[in-house]
């Protein structure tokens, strides 16, 4: 999907995140000419500016009233920013914010009315274009915008929009933060390889190509759902269902992942308080 109709787009905040969805955007024909970078606490040194020849700005210094404006800063600082933008927009301005836990009717407490304000919740594979975006507007949007927005989503991988902004606290706490979940469980399994004899560069090679394989079939096979691509694999007294006994048992597995899904969720609910 081409995003050679953007004109304009301002990147506040250039994180792992931020730039993450500029490395997929890019990839997808973005002219690097029309983003404008602010982000205080890096320099021009920065590896990702210097290896796409992107400039840094002064968030004084560039347009703020026309064009698309990225918020991907951290929830602790984004009320002193908000503080500084009120006085930079308009209602040409169309604010897009990742910043999880922070709800619109939050936005507008410091933005007014003027903007437009779209919520998102993105996650890290967008870099390659393998990500899912949950999106949430307030308004009906005029088409124009909403191609506009579902190209810049549509070219990081899968999106979908949320009636209900509620959701995004679990969509935060399942697909923003899932990456992590899964790195923790390949993780975990190298390291147990290593303590039952495997040298460390193998069990990291098992561990992260069998994920990286698991996801493919899954993906390659649309027909299959989840549980049936499980059981293909468990086969009646073999091994993997001696483990499968050990995740399953009373729900262990389950249980314990339910207790930290719940807890990414509660931290969201708080972060704009």
């Not at 994180?15 to 993450?20: D, I, T, V």
């Not at 399942?174 to 975990?188: D, K, R």
Request: glycine letters at 8%; charged letters at 25%.
């Amino acid at each position: 999907m081409s995003l050679s109709t953007i004109e304009n787009i301002s990147i506040i905040g250039f994180g792992r995140m931020g730039k993450s969805m500029l490395s997929g955007w890019l990839n997808n024909q973005l002219d690097k000419e029309v983003v404008r970078i602010v982000d205080p606490f890096i320099d021009d040194k920065d590896p990702f500016l210097i290896n796409h020849n992107l400039k840094l700005y002064d968030m004084d210094k560039i347009r703020l009233d026309d064009g698309i404006v990225l918020i991907a800063v951290k929830p602790q600082v984004a009320g002193d920013l908000f503080d500084k933008l009120k006085e930079m927009i308009s209602e040409n301005t169309v604010i897009i914010s990742i910043i999880a836990g922070y709800s619109v009717a939050d936005m507008r407490k410091y933005l007014g009315p003027k903007p437009t304000i779209i919520r998102t919740m993105p996650n890290t594979p967008a870099a390659i274009g393998r990500g899912i975006t949950a999106l949430f507007s307030e308004n009906k949007l005029p088409q124009d915008l909403i191609s506009k927005v579902e190209s810049l989503f549509g070219s990081m991988g899968k999106f979908f929009w949320v009636e209900n902004e509620t959701d995004m606290h679990a969509i935060t706490a399942i697909s923003g933060s899932g990456p992590a979940y899964y790195y923790l469980f390949t993780e975990c399994l190298s390291a147990i390889a290593v303590k039952h004899g495997l040298k460390k560069e193998l069990a990291e090679i098992l561990s992260t190509q069998t994920f990286i394989g698991s996801s493919a079939l899954m993906e390659n096979s649309p027909n299959i759902g989840v549980v049936e691509h499980r059981e293909n694999v468990t086969s009646p007294g073999g091994t993997t269902e001696a483990a499968l006994k050990i995740f399953m048992n009373n729900d262990k597995l389950k249980l314990l992942i339910d207790e930290a899904v719940g807890m990414a969720i509660e931290r969201s609910k708080s972060l704009s308080k």
